[in-house]
T-cell receptor
Framework: DGGITQSPKYLFRKEGQNVTLSCEQN?????MYWYRQDPGQGLRLIYY???????QKGDIAEGYSVSREKKESFPLTVTSAQKNPTAFYLC????????????FGAGTRLSVL | ELKVEQNPLFLSMQEGKNYTIYCNYS?????LYWYRQDPGKSLESLFV?????AVKQEGRLMASLDTKARLSTLHITAAVHDLSATYFC???????????FGEGTQLTVNP
């Protein structure tokens, strides 16, 4: 079954806790992205990676960290430094050729306890 | 810094009517994408517009791109309830690596 798998679907974070959101793809896409969406808002870019072992900050990287050790995986850690983490987090992938369409996973909804 | 503005942000329309959503952007780009998002769901790609004058149509939706005016439109013809969703435009940076999204237009089609 091809596609982008985000897990978990729902996640709850306690104060001072780091949590990690998973994004796995078997589309063989080179680039991967993390976006944050707040209620009634558009998408804001957190981090992105165009190749393995390399990634760049997006517009709202503070309080987040990522790694890209494998082409298939791009986990996002929401650290305790992120004071307002409640949001819908979306992972996307893109090939490096063709029409550059970004394809999105189903998302993870993060809430603070 | 690339800025993308959509209007209207909220649109309530009756079934059978026509309407247009506008997407303006601030710097040069020749890649414009339209996505649909249903409540609580992820984004689904609708259209990719890659050149000035590009027009794409799928069912009751038609998208166009004017790169000189830095404007894309999403036209809805004879709206039906199933089109109720939030529609986002996204503009590709010239490097090809990033997209900048508009705020989204929340469309409600009433019977």
């Amino acid at each position: 079954d091809g596609g982008i798998t985000q897990s978990p679907k729902y996640l709850f974070r306690k104060e001072g806790q780091n949590v990690t959101l998973s994004c796995e793809q078997n589309l063989n896409h080179d680039a991967m992205y993390w976006y944050r969406q707040d209620p009634g808002q558009g998408l804001r870019l957190i981090y992105y990676s165009q190749i393995v072992n390399d990634f760049q900050k997006g517009d709202i990287a503070e309080g987040y960290s990522v790694s890209r050790e494998k082409k298939e995986s791009f986990p996002l850690t929401v650290t305790s430094a992120q004071k307002n983490p409640t949001a819908f987090y979306l992972c996307a992938t893109k090939t490096s050729s063709g029409r550059n369409i970004q394809y999105f996973g189903a998302g993870t909804r993060l809430s603070v306890l | 810094e690339l800025k993308v503005e959509q209007n209207p942000l909220f649109l309530s329309m009756q079934e059978g009517k026509n309407y247009t959503i506008y997407c303006n952007y601030s710097t040069t780009s020749d890649r414009l994408y339209w996505y649909r998002q249903d409540p609580g769901k992820s984004l689904e790609s609708l259209f990719v517009l890659l050149s000035n004058g590009a027009v794409k149509q799928e069912g009751r939706l038609m998208a166009s791109l004017d790169t000189k005016a830095r404007l894309s439109t999403l036209h809805i013809t004879a709206a039906v309830h199933d089109l109720s969703a939030t529609y986002f435009c996204a503009v590709g940076e010239t490097s090809g690596s990033r997209l900048t999204f508009g705020e989204g237009t929340q469309l409600t089609v009433n019977p």
